[in-house]
């Protein structure tokens, strides 16, 4: 596709449940990250997949967050026993390569609102 | 460790009138600094990137930003406020190691007619 996609644009869930967010990055790109946006804070970083290379979890807030990266494209970031902080969106963002200096491709996010 | 602050979470400018918007950035290294913007409903995208070329970067849209390395800044600025810049606004930085890069709580832009 021509940009980053994540789905779903907004999921609700009850305090407790399992959810699954996906993230389709662009086509090439080899670098994947998850961030969480909560309401007037910026953003945190939660994970980092480059290539075929382990991850860098270091931004998980708590082992019930992972997240996969099947075939160096598409990822799944899940959330086990959502608690209410969970509530936030969750963006996705891609770059070509590594290196600090590129730029970052943003999906538009996933909503999670937990009740 | 690094990091960046925005001073001001919400701007308000008149239509016309000059966009500033603040940025100041702590790193222990010769930083990378980057502007994205976030319009309603959409994804972060790339304003504009310092990356120790020229330190008066133009970016997008008629933005620009100064590297001011005695500063520590990275202010974004545009001369004339259109109502479509009308968005949040993030700073962030690259880490000294790995690659995370790290943003800023952004800064609101709102303009008036």
């Known amino acids: 596709g021509a940009g980053v996609s994540q789905s779903p644009s907004n999921k609700v869930t009850e305090k407790g449940k399992d959810v699954e967010l996906r993230c389709d990055p662009i086509?090439?790109?080899?670098?994947l990250y998850w961030y969480r946006q909560s309401l007037g804070q910026g953003l945190e970083f939660l994970i980092y997949?480059?290539?075929?290379?382990?991850?860098?979890k270091s931004g998980l807030p708590s082992d019930r967050f992972s997240a996969e990266r099947t075939g160096g494209s598409v990822s799944t970031l899940t959330i086990q026993r959502t608690q209410q902080e969970d509530s936030a969106v969750y963006l996705c963002?891609?770059?070509?390569?590594?290196?600090?200096?590129?730029?970052?491709?943003f999906g538009p996010g996933t909503r999670l609102t937990v009740l | 460790a690094q990091s960046v602050t925005q001073l001001g979470s919400h701007v308000s400018v008149s239509e016309g009138a000059l966009v500033l918007l603040r940025c100041n950035y702590s790193?222990?290294?010769?930083?990378?600094l980057f502007w994205y913007v976030q319009y309603p409903n959409q994804g972060l995208q790339l304003l504009l990137k310092?990356?120790?070329?020229?330190?008066l970067v133009k970016g997008i849209n008629g933005f620009e930003a100064e590297f001011k390395k005695s500063e520590t800044s990275f202010h974004l600025t545009k001369p004339s406020a259109h109502m479509s810049d009308a968005a949040e606004y993030f700073c962030?930085?690259?880490?000294?190691?790995?690659?995370?890069?790290?943003f800023g709580t952004g800064t609101s832009l709102t303009v008036i007619p």
């Open positions: 962030a930085v690259s880490g000294s190691t790995g690659n995370q890069f790290y």
């Open positions: 790193s222990s290294v010769p930083p990378y």
């Open positions: 086509s090439g790109h080899t670098a």
């Open positions: 310092y990356t120790s070329a020229a330190t």
């Open positions: 997949f480059q290539g075929n290379s382990a991850p860098d």
């Open positions: 963002a891609s770059m070509k390569d590594r290196g600090k200096t590129d730029t970052q491709y």
